[in-house]
């Protein structure tokens, strides 16, 4: 079971950076665990690209033997995104802001996160 | 044999330039066949006629063509020939003691593919006749090359260098093994060619394991025993890519680079022994594209960096796709600017 108001309060935080757009967390089978979005980005296909972006991303790391992937940053000339897992719990944090949103603060504040979302999801 | 003698002699035979070996005894001669025939590659058909020695009998796989009708010997030859274009194993004639009247019937009409054993008196009409290009002069013998040698010889100049401590039987195995590489690698790519209107160099190296040097290679020698020139099929790698790689090549911590244009491979380095197909940064090319779909746009023009246990990916999505194989530990700020700068200068 994972507590809600303590998912939204995570969310709120990634929220709180200057620039950002939404926020998601997504367990490994594609399942949305939270998410707040604050731009009309259609959400189920979000996710569902999300989640088809980890899978690939899993097979190619596993096949060629590079080991599990960490995190992906995508930065655009419209749009930053970031994708860090959460190692033991399969979940993924996703961040997504416009181009100007400070890269440095964005890592930091995911970095914070985790250990609380380590402690949430079982 | 010193070693830039071998060199010369093992391009041209690969080539199938014309060879006359001459000495004043015809045994000398015919032994110095003997001594470098295991540079003429496997696969050829390889025929032997004129005064056959007793030891040039008992060699596997060889057609012994015992005539005096030398009309209808040049006449066979030159269909011979004529018929590798449709497919048929490139042949290697060798006409041992050949004499004035072997030149002016059957050799002269043959422009590559043979090699003659001869003395004296055929020798001057040899020098007399023919354009010598150049000659290889041993205590008892003379090589007389008849066609030029090709501009770039350095991987024939590579398999001897690492041959040279080697005895026969290994230096046979190390060069037939490259010359056997290239045949077959033609064979391939005539095939490729008959799926698709052209392939990249890239795309070739990548799928066949083969270097640039490998590639010319077998371009070259499928002119020379084909009479066909796939180069025009087969697009080379713009020259701006090539130096964009070569300043690449000197971040030690890059292991392979691939460039795409579109969906095709127009460039591909690897700098380590690492096994990456590249389809897979097209893969995820698309699925960083499709977030579009999702009103999620990211721009006309991104990079991905994706770390992973234990080596990075990167990939620079501008008018090129420019995909990238890290080491850990890399910069990525400052990979990234310099990777930016070059681009600019494409």
């Not at chain 1, 997504?96 to 890592?107: C, E, K, R, V, Y």
């Not at chain 2, 990211?298 to 990079?303: A, K, N, R, V």
């Not at chain 2, 501008?318 to 990777?339: A, M, P, Q, W």
């Amino acid at each position: 079971m994972v507590e809600q108001s303590e998912i939204n309060s995570i969310l709120d935080e990634l929220l709180s950076i200057s620039e950002s757009e939404g926020a998601l967390i997504l367990s490994s089978d594609g399942s949305i665990i939270g998410s707040k979005l604050k731009n009309d980005f259609i959400k189920s296909k979000l996710v569902k690209y999300f989640s088809e972006l980890m899978a690939t991303v899993i097979s190619i790391t596993s096949k060629v033997n590079f080991g599990e992937p960490e995190q992906i940053f995508v930065q655009g000339t419209e749009r930053k995104i970031f994708v860090h897992e959460v190692k033991e719990k399969n979940v993924y944090v996703i961040l997504l802001g416009t181009s100007d949103m400070n890269t440095g603060f964005a890592s930091i504040a995911i970095e914070k996160i985790i250990p609380t979302l380590k402690r949430i999801v079982q | 044999m010193k070693e830039e003698r071998e060199v010369m002699i093992l391009t041209s035979l690969w080539h199938r330039n014309r060879l006359v070996l001459h000495s004043r005894d015809i045994k000398e001669a015919n032994d110095l066949f003997f001594n470098i025939n295991y540079f003429i590659p496997q696969y050829r058909q390889l025929i032997f006629c004129g005064d056959i020695i007793k030891k040039a009998r008992y060699l596997k796989g060889v057609k012994l063509i015992e005539t005096e009708d030398l009309g209808s010997l040049g006449e066979a030859f030159k269909e011979s020939l004529a018929e590798e274009e449709l497919g048929t194993p490139p042949v290697q004639i060798v006409y041992f003691n050949a004499r004035e009247e072997t030149f002016k019937q059957v050799l002269q009409n043959l422009d590559r593919g043979w090699i003659a054993t001869c003395t004296d008196d055929t020798a001057n009409f040899v020098k007399n006749s023919y354009n010598i290009r150049k000659e290889i002069i041993f205590e008892r013998c003379i090589i007389y090359m008849l066609d030029p040698l090709p501009n770039d010889f350095s991987i024939e100049e590579k398999l001897i260098e690492d041959t040279k401590e080697s005895n026969r039987g290994i230096k046979q195995f190390i060069i037939q093994m490259k010359q056997s590489q290239v045949h077959l690698a033609f064979q391939a790519i005539q095939d490729e060619l008959s799926s698709r209107k052209k392939v990249t160099q890239s795309y070739l190296s990548e799928t066949l394991g083969i270097r640039e040097k490998t590639l010319k290679k077998i371009i070259e020698i499928g002119i020379r025993e084909k009479r066909l020139d796939i180069s025009n099929y087969i697009e080379m790698i713009p020259s701006l890519i090539i130096d964009f790689l070569k300043e690449i090549s000197f971040i030690k911590e890059v292991s392979l680079v691939a460039v795409f244009e579109g969906n095709n491979l127009v460039a591909y380095s690897r700098y380590r022994d690492i096994i990456f197909p590249t389809l897979n940064f097209l893969q995820l090319r698309d699925k960083i594209d499709i977030f579009l779909d999702s009103g999620l746009n990211i721009g006309e023009y991104w990079h991905l960096r994706l770390n992973s246990e234990n080596k990075d990916i990167f990939i620079y999505n501008h008018d090129y796709l420019y995909c990238f194989i890290l080491e850990k530990g890399i910069n990525f700020i400052t990979f990234r600017s310099k990777v930016e700068k070059l681009i600019r200068y494409i």
